[in-house]
């Protein structure tokens, strides 16, 4: 089981910036994939930005150079900077991890944080 913590979501106004944690209840590179996604009311969940096994960062396009993922293994914790923020990156943020064993490959997600984009 791995627990995994957002944190750092409210309201903020178009233009502004926020930063997203997400604190990891174990060694975060003992896990294989960790990414962001949220999801607006109505819509489905999407992934926001991720990184690969090799280390490198992928974002989607709606976010690219808005938004930079990053993490810190001695904390643990993985970040989500957003800046130049719109009404539409308006959604529930979750926290997302796998972690591969010789079985099966298993899924966490945090519990969310709302981001709300509005003057």
């Known amino acids: 089981q791995v627990q995994l913590v957002e944190s750092g979501g409210g309201l903020v106004q178009p233009g502004g910036s926020l930063r997203l944690s997400c604190s990891v209840g174990?060694?975060?590179?003992?896990?294989?994939?960790m990414a962001w996604y949220r999801q607006a009311p109505g819509k489905q969940r999407e992934l926001v930005a991720s990184f690969t096994d090799s280390g490198h960062t992928n974002y989607v396009d709606s976010v690219k150079g808005r938004f930079t993922i990053s993490r810190d293994g001695a904390k643990n914790v993985m970040y989500l900077q957003m800046n130049s923020l719109k009404p539409e990156d308006t959604a529930v943020y979750y926290c997302?991890?796998?972690?591969?064993?010789?079985?099966?490959?298993?899924?966490?997600w945090g519990q969310g944080t709302q981001v709300t984009v509005s003057s």
């Open positions: 997302y991890a796998t972690l591969a064993t010789i079985e099966r490959k298993y899924a966490f």
């Open positions: 174990r060694r975060i590179f003992s896990l294989d994939d």
